[in-house]
């Protein structure tokens, strides 16, 4: 019994980072398409969001079957509720793909307002926190998880310093800017929203290493 | 043992509505310091979500010592794992009140662009659907449920029709007007994801209820 309940676990584990790797992959088409403000590769983006939907019904379903079935204790136990919580973060970072795959449609057909060079870097701030804080999970790593949460603050000021751009510098400037510059703003918001789902996930890894609840008291992440 | 197992799910229950009340009242709060363009009241909200923090931490560590404890099967495990993705919502929900409130604090010492007549509407459908999926969830009605999924259509509208006024009827005509509409079509959009949570718990109730998978399946709601 023991040794099948280790096995589903790594099976329960390696579900996990597939799902990871599938919502990864979902963000950085998701900026893809708005680089080459590319339909067919937005809408791809959207229809791709029913295999991450479907992963995260397998997988909680995997997580009620181990707890039905093993009745785990302690680390187990604690293992198998954060996975629910995870997919839960997971299934969103890739709803928030679907929003920047949207905004791309609301765009095409028009020329793009401005090179990009924010939005990308606060894209793989975002695709690094995510990958980031499965590893840690993973290897449950709580050192490199609080790294994890440290990064949130690049991307907040990134995301303020694309709001604050396209607000001050084009929709003020020349209002029929706004209709291009709206989309944009939004994606840099979508973007950082996923960091901060990241750092939920790192937030629950550190949890499930240190049992103590770092979630909402971030204080305690500076007596270590 | 039984008795002590039902009294502990009663009590459970009756926590998450005390999480679901905090949280509307966060909603309510957070658009009535918009109507009066009120700093003190939108920091209130700020300072009040650690309280739903708080509760988060707590039913979390309830509902893993329920299952460590008393090892319960089929419906009472299914009731329990579904309290962990519904307090996540929860606490989104009740964070999407602060976004609220941070509009509020970029706005306070300007006069309001126009007077707010849908975006209380819209506030009025959140509050309604957050507490009409807890109410669904308490009483296991997943008739219920469905209404409040149903309802998520009008919610898309009402965002959809701010954002359109705002963006065209204002910033395109009057780029001065930019700052000030761009925080009330980000409470809009804020107000509309709070639907979304209150949508996805209703879809949580229908999944406990009926046990299968209406979350990411919305085509089978038509075969009732």
Redesign the interface.
């Known amino acids: 019994m023991e040794k099948h309940f280790d096995q589903e676990l790594d099976a329960l584990k390696s579900e996990i980072l597939k799902m990871g790797a599938l919502v990864e992959n979902s963000i950085a088409e998701s900026v893809e398409s708005l680089k080459q403000l590319s339909e067919e590769r937005a809408r791809k983006v959207i229809a791709h969001d029913?295999m991450v939907?479907?992963m995260?019904?397998a997988i909680?379903e995997m997580?009620?079957d181990l707890?039905?079935l093993y009745?785990p204790?302690?680390a187990d136990?604690?293992f198998i509720?954060m996975v629910?919580?995870i997919t839960?973060d997971l299934e969103r970072i890739a709803d928030l793909g679907v929003d920047i795959a949207q905004r791309v449609l609301e765009l095409t057909g028009k020329p793009l307002l401005k090179p990009l060079v924010d939005i990308p870097k606060l894209a793989q701030l975002a695709q690094r926190m995510t990958k980031e804080a499965l590893d840690a999970f993973v290897r449950k790593d709580a050192e490199m998880a609080k790294r994890v949460i440290l990064l949130d603050n690049e991307a907040d000021k990134l995301r303020n310093f694309v709001q604050k751009e396209l607000?001050e510098d084009y929709?003020?400037?020349?209002?029929?800017t706004?209709?291009r510059a709206?989309p944009l703003?939004?994606v840099a918001?979508h973007l950082e929203r996923i960091c901060d789902h990241a750092t939920n996930i790192a937030e629950d890894v550190i949890y499930m290493i240190e049992a103590r609840?770092v979630?909402?008291h971030p204080e305690l992440l500076q007596d270590k």
Not at 171 to 176: F, I, L, N, S, V
């Open positions: 029913k939907d479907q995260e019904n909680d997580c009620v707890l039905a009745q204790m302690a136990l604690r509720t629910l919580e839960t607000l929709m003020m400037k020349d209002p029929t706004a209709p709206l703003l939004l918001r609840v979630k909402h």
